[in-house]
């Protein structure tokens, strides 16, 4: 079975950093690019970040770029994302998701999806 | 506001049909970029329901399904029941933004 399970939410304050963790289990992790996405208590999905499985491309989106880092290790079979600068509107739960293929670039599917870490950013 | 637009709201009553429709652009749809469709029950996390447009995963009742056409996209539920009362999401993928885009959500109420 395929499963994703995230870790390394919290409560933080303003400014400072978070590492999220992504367990895969289930599928060969190294074929497949990975995805961060996001949903503020209350709203709907925002996609955050993915990369390719060899870490060769990687994207962000514009209101994370330059504060969060996407990274994933094929030995472990975990994916992460680096968190700083935090600000309120990062409060969220985060969940990783798995891509249909291996690239970042085009329309991909995400399936699954893990249950979420939650991420509280308040002083 | 989001990329791609849905209706915040729809609702039926059981037996009925509901279409819940994702309009997009030029950059994201239609650029030919495929559309995908998740279900969000309460307290869950999302459910991949129609991938590429209109193809249902395994598991996925044929009372769902997509179609595509130019800068929008549409997912139909027939035969409504009271345990498709859930969020549902449409997806994409916009070359100006290089990056995935997801509609703001529609909440589907069964009456």
């Known amino acids: 079975e395929v499963q994703l399970v995230e870790s390394g939410g919290g409560l933080v304050q303003p400014g400072r950093s978070l590492r999220l963790s992504c367990a895969a289990s289930?599928?060969?992790?190294?074929?497949?690019?990975m995805h961060w996405v996001r949903q503020a208590p209350g709203k709907g999905l925002e996609w955050v970040s993915g990369i390719s499985w060899n870490s060769g491309s990687i994207a962000y989106r514009d209101s994370v770029r330059g504060r969060f880092t996407i990274s994933r290790d094929n030995v472990k079979n975990s994916l992460y994302l680096q968190m700083n600068s935090l600000t309120a509107e990062d409060t969220a739960l985060y969940y990783c998701?798995?891509?249909?293929?291996?690239?970042?670039?085009?329309?991909?599917?995400?399936?699954?999806w893990g249950q979420g870490t939650l991420v509280t950013v308040s002083s | 506001q989001s990329v791609l637009t849905q209706p915040p709201s729809v609702s039926g009553a059981p037996g009925q049909r509901v279409t819940i429709s994702c309009t997009g652009s030029s950059s994201n749809i239609g650029a030919g970029y495929d559309v995908h469709w998740y279900q969000q029950l309460p307290g869950a996390a999302p459910k991949l329901l129609i991938y590429?447009?209109?193809n249902r995963p395994s598991g996925v009742p044929d009372r769902f399904s997509g179609s595509q056409s130019v800068t929008s996209a549409s997912l139909d539920i027939t035969g409504l029941q009271a345990e498709d009362e859930a969020d549902y999401y449409c997806?994409?993928?916009?070359?100006?933004?290089?990056?995935?885009?997801f509609g703001g959500g529609t909440k589907l109420t069964v009456l």
């Open positions: 289930g599928f060969t992790f190294d074929d497949y690019a």
């Open positions: 997806q994409s993928f916009d070359n100006s933004l290089s990056g995935s885009v």
């Open positions: 590429d447009n209109s």
């Open positions: 998701a798995k891509a249909w293929g291996e690239s970042v670039a085009g329309s991909s599917w995400f399936d699954p």
